[in-house]
């Protein structure tokens, strides 16, 4: 059973010195569910994440991505997750159809198979004026957009979503969920960051890190009937302030 | 003496940033730009703190023109950009230290109205500025724009990528300097955050889409709102999406909000037709709209 998770975590910690960013976290992540990942800033999210996406070694504890171990396969795990993050997606002095070759490539598709992903995914974002204007000129929301389906290009089992939405209008905060499910839907894992509570409620299942540990995890629901909320942005507030 | 903003125009190249922009801001007033990434929101920051200059209009902060009288705009306004930008290899104290030194003032002097604030990060007060946290970060820099006592206050997406713990804090914060007598003028692209301003205006692709209290602007929704919900999320905004009467719906959180294009909905027919969709758990009730709910409806 083990194995199919997508992400296996068992007693993963992170030590800067003594200081224990990530303590002890277990959990475990299922094929094509959208999984939240939430925490206060400096609540050991971005450390864990790290180790997840294979660019941090943990102190100690196990963990396996995509089937691959975090310690001797870090490299398989790079080749196999998609990874968006709200600071770094897309270069914007390329433009967007040549985006889509250069990380179709890092990604090791063929040329033709990145011709005719670029194909689907300019019809599918609506994109078609756009292919030969710097990504840099596009607005934020489309990027995003652009910069999700760009890390489904190689079709990998599972993707990480670094605060997608952060900043981005109501709007097109909301399509970009509907992307999401449509992949979930699709079969691919969902691993998100957001500081959005009423995303955290789009979420499967949602945890929430305090000082390097897992405080909480479970559905959204079954999070707000355990602490008596209304709202998972009241979960998170009554959680987070410990 | 607060802000007056008259006909603000401003391009760059072909992109108009800033269209025809005016409103005022009241002395001691906390008012809030509400908009997304690219509303035009730091171009107007960037104008009223004199680092850019509008193409058309005029405006005025703490009563000096910006054109003419910047050097005095200068010395009575604080200014916290929306990207980090205090030194990162000095530390927490040495910042501070260097923008009261260069407003002629010192730490002591005006220490009462940053104590607040201050304390929370005076325990890593020799830790260079570079290695702090998100949350620390936004408070020194808030420190440093506060430390020779503004007029008026000026904080671009202060709480961006920040926790809710943390925004809330920020807020609760911004509240007590607003009884010290600063006026503050704050943008978010959180619409939950605009609740607490005393007054917004709804911002996007450069254009003001209303200004008024938070509360007026919700009086304001056109039409009769609804919270949906049912056991299958995908397929509930999926059938609601197909059906004839659907005026607009989005979802939040656990519900999705709908509005219809008829004036009065009947709920069982509703129902009825979710139903013949394959949904199941379906709950209708009547609620209350929010601010984000009329940005999406004006924005659309």
């Known amino acids: 059973m083990k194995d199919k998770n997508v992400i296996q975590v068992e007693d993963l910690s992170k030590l800067f010195g003594d200081f224990a960013a990530v303590n002890n976290i277990s959990f475990h992540v299922k094929p094509g569910e959208i999984f939240g990942f939430l925490g206060a800033n400096g609540a050991g999210k971005t450390t864990a994440m790290k180790m997840l996406i294979g660019i941090s070694s943990p102190t100690s504890g196990k963990a396996t991505v995509a089937g691959f171990d975090v310690y001797k396969e870090a490299e398989s795990i790079k080749k196999n997750i998609g990874y968006m993050s709200q600071k770094f997606a897309l270069y914007d002095d390329l433009t967007v159809k040549e985006n889509i070759t250069f990380f179709g490539g890092i990604y090791g598709l063929s040329k033709k198979q990145i011709e005719q992903k670029r194909c689907e995914l300019v019809e599918e974002l609506g994109l078609q004026e756009v292919t030969n204007s710097l990504v840099a000129s596009l607005p934020l929301g489309w990027k995003q957009k652009l910069a999700f389906s760009v890390s489904l290009l190689h079709e990998p089992k599972i993707v990480f979503l670094d605060e997608p939405t952060g900043g981005v209008d109501p709007i097109t905060r909301r399509q970009f969920w509907e992307m999401i499910y449509k992949a979930a839907h699709n079969g691919t894992t969902i691993f998100v960051t957001t500081h959005y509570m009423d995303e955290a409620e789009y979420c499967d299942r949602v945890s929430i890190m305090v000082n390097g540990k897992i405080e909480a995890l479970d559905t959204p629901k079954k999070l707000k009937e355990h602490y008596k909320t209304d709202t998972m942005n009241d979960v998170f507030l009554k959680l987070a302030r410990g | ?300």
């Open chain 2, 1 to 300: 003496m607060g802000i007056s903003v008259f006909n603000i125009t401003k391009s760059y190249g072909e992109v108009t940033a800033l269209s025809d922009i005016s409103f005022d801001v009241k002395p001691g007033e906390l008012f809030g730009l509400i908009g997304p990434d690219g509303a035009g929101k730091t171009s107007l920051f960037r104008i009223l703190t004199t680092l850019l200059i509008a193409d058309k209009g005029q405006a005025t902060v703490a009563g000096y023109d910006v054109l003419k009288e910047y050097k005095s705009i200068r010395n009575s306004v604080g200014y916290m950009p929306g990207r980090f930008s205090l030194y990162q290899d000095l530390t927490v104290e040495e910042n501070l230290n260097f923008f009261a030194t260069i407003f002629g003032t010192t730490i002591e002097e005006n220490y009462d109205l940053v104590k607040d604030i201050y304390v929370q990060i005076e325990p890593f007060k020799t830790r260079r500025a570079g290695k702090l946290s998100g949350g620390m970060k936004q408070k020194l820099a808030l420190s440093c724009a506060l430390i020779h006592k503004p007029k008026v206050l000026f904080l671009d997406e202060p709480t961006t990528g920040v926790d809710p713990v943390s925004r809330k804090e920020f807020w609760e914060m911004l509240k007590r300097l607003q009884k010290k007598d600063i006026t503050i003028l704050v943008s978010t692209p959180y619409m939950d955050e605009a609740a607490l301003c005393d007054r917004i205006a709804l911002i996007q692709d450069g254009e003001i889409l209303q200004i008024d209290t938070p509360n007026a602007i919700v009086s304001h929704f056109p039409k009769p709102l609804y919270n949906i919900s049912a056991n299958d999320m995908h397929g509930l905004i999926e059938s609601l999406t197909n059906h004839e009467h659907t005026y607009s719906i989005f979802p939040f959180g656990e519900f999705v909000h709908y509005t219809d294009k008829r004036d009065l909905i009947d709920r069982e027919d509703l129902k009825d037709y979710l139903e013949s969709q394959g949904l199941s758990d379906i709950h209708i009730e009547k609620t209350q709209p929010t601010i984000e709910d009329t940005f999406m409806e004006l924005a659309k």
